[in-house]
């Protein structure tokens, strides 16, 4: 009897032509500009390293007039690092969809780019080993916050686009033992990866339901960013949630940040190191509503 083909999920865009261009060429162009932003780094990556540089990065995940010049600090990091043999691509849930504390899918993921291929190894281990991450493709079929990573990971590796393997995991609730659990049963599988937390900081204003101060907007939006931005540095997990808890603060991928921290202390490394930092408000120059990016790399 022949043998059964195996079915291959395709995870198609979601938010290509609303968060970054639909076009090949346009989003080609669309990424350049955000390394050449007076925002961004202000060129593009120059050689990649034989020796791996950047273990873990903290990334924007907003649409890439706000947050790609922030982004393109990171993947200009990771682009001029070895390459590692996975991406542990970590965001936090926006839709609701997840039916488990973590979520992930063996789905091809793809962009107008082309396609990124699973790591499916890496990704059934960390099922048999973990009870908290279970398969739920609904949960990312409209989930944002990996799929705007992707075109840059593409871009940023354009020259190993075939050798880039992704595991993709959503966080729906988190607190310190969970982040605990997940980084140590990430790090126990395999050491050669480089983690991504997709996050973007406070999200302030009536729009948000977060108005904890309303004169001084722009300097007290940096300041309470600079704390949380401080706490993540000094890799002080415990203080970060203290911190998320008692400002209730909107920080978006808190999960995903606390995770990559515990990863990171698994690996040994100290301190984090913050790359760039700024605010929609400073591009449309209104903080009536505002949102934070940090580009923070380990």
Excluded at 50 to 64: C, E, F, K, L, S
Excluded at 254 to 275: D, Q, S, T
Aim: hydrophobic residues 35%; glycine residues 6%.
């Amino acid at each position: 009897m022949p043998s059964k083909k195996k079915m291959v999920i395709i995870r198609k865009p979601v938010v290509a032509g609303q968060f970054y261009s639909e076009s090949f060429e346009k989003l080609d162009k669309q990424i350049n500009n955000c390394f050449k932003s007076k925002l961004g780094p202000g060129d593009l990556p120059v050689r990649r390293n034989n020796q791996r540089v950047t273990h873990g990065v903290i990334i924007p995940h907003a649409g890439y007039q706000f947050s790609g010049p922030g982004a393109a600090w990171a993947f200009k990091e990771i682009a001029e690092s070895k390459l590692p043999s996975r991406f542990i691509i970590i965001g936090p849930n926006h839709t609701g969809f997840a039916s488990s504390e973590v979520s992930t899918t063996l789905a091809v993921w793809e962009t107008p780019f082309g396609q990124l291929e699973p790591d499916e190894e890496f990704i059934r281990k960390l099922l048999e080993e973990c009870d908290i991450v279970k398969i739920d493709h609904n949960a990312h079929s409209y989930e944002h916050s990996i799929e705007v990573q992707l075109p840059f990971l593409q871009f940023a590796n354009k020259d190993v686009l075939k050798k880039i393997k992704i595991v993709p995991l959503i966080i729906s609730h988190y607190d310190l033992e969970t982040c605990r659990i997940l980084a140590d049963k990430i790090i126990g599988i395999s050491e050669d990866l480089c983690v991504i937390a997709s996050s973007d900081f406070t999200h302030y204003g009536p729009s948000y339901g977060y108005t904890p101060f309303t004169r001084n907007v722009k300097e007290n939006l940096y300041e309470l960013d600079k704390e949380a931005i401080n706490l993540i540095n000094k890799m002080d997990t415990k203080g970060f949630f203290k911190h998320i808890n008692d400002k209730r603060a909107t920080i978006c991928g808190a999960g995903p940040i606390m995770v990559c921290m515990k990863v990171m202390r698994n690996l040994g490394i100290k301190k984090g190191e913050l790359l760039r930092y700024y605010t929609s408000g400073d591009i449309i120059k209104d903080y009536t509503n505002a949102v934070g990016y940090a580009a923070i790399k380990f």
